[in-house]
């Protein structure tokens, strides 16, 4: 008899779990569909804001050419750094801010802790981290663009790889030592791109050019690339082979590649209105959904899609379209979540609450 339950029991449990597996997800959608999301218990707190401000690290960054303040959300400073020297361009990563002055660049951390790299000569056009390593694209002297790719100790690993075109877009491997890298000229007015898989110690791997088209970003994801440009949707296996391409037909507003669910998300101006649409890591179209006009960006967290402009943040669910945020008076300048907590930061001010 015993023997008789267990074995019921496990029979059970396995006819769950196929039944949540093939139809869960499928309830679980159907079920938020219903539901109406809204920021509750919202507080507001006024802040004290220079030129630019981001958040950072558990907190706000802001920043003019000379000061460089780290505030909490309650407004209380944690920490100050102010130079005699001007900065010509201060760039904000996840973990670090790179402050790049006439004769050096600094690099400081969430402590204020600062290091100080290899002079950098020329322009520094954007600094961005990706998989724990850091690069910088550089304007020099003779107007050539050049790559900078430093390591999670800020040592370059990558020094000033020339490129004789415009660098659009670089994304570092998450699996191998490697990057991708978009460049751009034009060639009897007519755009051409080069897309470059490259290996850190300056092999590469892979490239294609592109034409008739402007790329606009490329992404690495288990060392397959996927390039988003104004006309198509690329995506290129590890050796380089085109394995799908889809046409783009109407004006890219914003896009976000989400590797955890191996979804691309493009945010359309159709005529007079806007559409979301994702893809899978196969090409395939797995939704279209209408967002509210005037929206022109796009974020995504914890499988929760919002769509928003200056002044109205809204989550997209299903068929549905909730507005999660307005505000009429300043613009937003960024916003985060955590968990089901929401930040909102506007110029003097950071708006907290939960998303139910």
Do not use: C
């Not at 339950?5 to 938020?32: H, N, P, R």
């Not at 790559?147 to 659009?168: A, C, G, H, R, T």
């Not at 379209?321 to 505000?327: A, G, L, P, Q, S």
């Amino acid at each position: 008899m015993k023997r008789t339950i267990i074995f019921i029991t496990i029979i059970l449990i396995i006819a769950v779990g196929i039944l949540y597996f093939t139809y869960g997800k499928e309830f679980l959608s159907i079920l938020d569909e219903k539901k109406v999301y809204s920021m509750k218990n919202a507080e507001e707190t006024r802040i004290d804001t220079l030129e630019e401000f981001k958040f950072f690290n558990s907190g706000i960054i802001t920043y003019n050419n000379q000061k460089i303040k780290f505030i909490d959300y309650n407004n209380n400073n944690i920490w100050e750094n102010e130079n005699t020297v001007f900065s010509k361009q201060v760039f904000v990563t996840d973990n670090y801010i790179y402050n790049h002055m006439e004769n050096s660049t600094e690099i400081l951390d969430k402590n204020n802790q600062r290091f100080v790299i290899a002079e950098i000569p020329g322009d520094i056009i954007n600094v961005s981290r990706e998989n724990g390593e850091t690069y910088m694209i550089v304007k020099n002297s003779a107007g050539q663009n050049s790559l900078y790719i430093m390591d999670d100790s800020n040592e370059i690993v990558v020094d000033n790889k020339v490129f004789e075109d415009i660098i659009i877009g670089v994304s570092i491997s998450d699996k191998s030592e490697g990057y991708a890298l978009i460049t751009l000229n034009f060639e009897n007015g007519e755009p051409k791109n080069s897309l470059y898989f490259n290996l850190l110690d300056d092999v590469e791997l892979w490239s294609t050019v592109l034409e008739n088209e402007i790329l606009l970003k490329t992404q690495i994801v288990n060392n397959n690339v996927i390039a988003i440009g104004t006309e198509n949707i690329y995506f290129y296996n590890t050796n380089g082979k085109l394995m799908w391409k889809n046409s783009i037909y109407n004006k890219i507003l914003d896009y976000k590649i989400d590797k955890d669910n191996q979804r691309i998300y493009m945010l359309f101006e159709q005529d007079n209105n806007t559409e979301l649409i994702s893809y899978n890591f196969e090409g395939k179209v797995m939704e279209i959904q209408n967002a509210p006009s005037n929206i022109n960006s796009l974020k995504i967290y914890n499988n929760k899609v919002f769509v928003y402009n200056e002044n109205n943040i809204f989550l997209i669910h299903g068929s549905k379209i909730d507005k999660i945020y307005e505000d009429t008076e300043s613009s937003i300048a960024d916003f985060v979540l955590d968990g089901n907590f929401m930040r909102i930061l506007s110029k003097d001010k950071l708006v907290q609450g939960q998303i139910k």
